[in-house]
Structures are given as structure tokens and as C-alpha cells.
């Protein structure tokens, strides 16, 4: 594949901590629908975030990089971001709808890829950067994809 036919950009991402770890429990039925919630928000945000970046739609395949950029100076693991990853990646696919026993749930997608399959997306481990003394922390995505 040749450079040419690579496209890159990154998208800054709005918040200061990763909004979902491994380390949130979902023991009880409050936090688990509290998670729901967060991640539809996550979707949505990324949707919103994706459209003013003018992202293009239905590439063949992109890799999507979480960077976490934390405020404070201590060990962290980069595995525990898997869940805001998985989030943003789901934000970046198609809308979807879903039939539940309630109704029907809306998905919010962008569609930068037509599926999060392997085939069509790339999720390379999330990236943790040194702290940087004065600055609040920050999460960003580096996103390239074939055209």
C-alpha cells in the first residue's frame, strides 16, 4: 500500500479521563444502566465529533488509536481503556437499530467503516503518553483509513 492512498486525522475527544475502564464493576442493575448510558453518550459524541471533522464514510478499513494523556504522574494500564475504545469504535460505525423486548434502541453511528469487524477496522493497543506538568489530561484518536 502506498502513502498515497493512506488518509489520516486526529480527533480530540472531549474528556479529561477515559469516561469507561475495566475497573467500573456493573454489579448492580443501577450501574450497569449507567454504563449503557454512558457508552450511548460516548456513541453520540463521537458522532457529533466525527461530522465537524468531516470524516468520510464507508472506507475499506481504518485503524482507530486511543492516546491518553493523564493529569497525574502514576502507573497505569492500558488494557483498562479496551471499554472507551470499543465505544468510540462503535460510534464510528453505521447507526443501528435494535429490536429489545421494550421496543426498539438507536444505535448513534458515523459510518467511517461499514462494520467494527477485524476485516474493516484495526484497534491497535490504546496509547498512554507522559503526563505534562500544567496540563489537564486528554484523550484523542489517530484515525488513517484507505480510500
Aim: glycine share 6%; charged share 25%.
Amino acid at each position: 500500500m502506498s502513502a498515497e492512498q493512506m488518509t489520516h486525522a486526529i480527533l480530540e475527544l472531549p474528556w479529561t479521563t477515559p469516561p469507561l475502564t475495566l475497573n467500573d464493576s456493573g454489579q448492580t442493575r443501577g450501574a450497569r444502566l449507567a454504563r449503557s448510558r454512558r457508552i450511548r453518550e460516548i456513541r453520540s459524541d463521537v458522532v457529533v465529533l466525527a461530522t465537524k471533522a468531516r470524516l468520510p464514510k464507508g472506507v475499506r478499513y481504518a485503524t482507530i488509536t486511543l492516546h491518553y494523556r493523564p493529569a497525574l504522574n502514576r502507573r497505569r494500564d492500558s488494557v483498562n481503556l479496551s471499554p472507551t475504545l470499543k465505544a468510540v469504535v462503535d460510534g464510528l460505525t453505521p447507526q443501528k437499530i435494535v429490536k429489545t423486548k421494550a421496543g426498539y434502541n438507536v444505535h448513534a453511528g458515523y459510518g467511517l467503516v461499514n462494520d467494527d469487524s477485524t476485516r474493516e477496522v484495526s484497534t491497535p493497543e490504546p496509547i498512554i503518553h507522559e503526563t505534562e506538568p500544567g496540563k489537564p489530561g486528554a484523550l484523542w484518536l489517530e484515525i488513517t483509513w484507505e480510500d
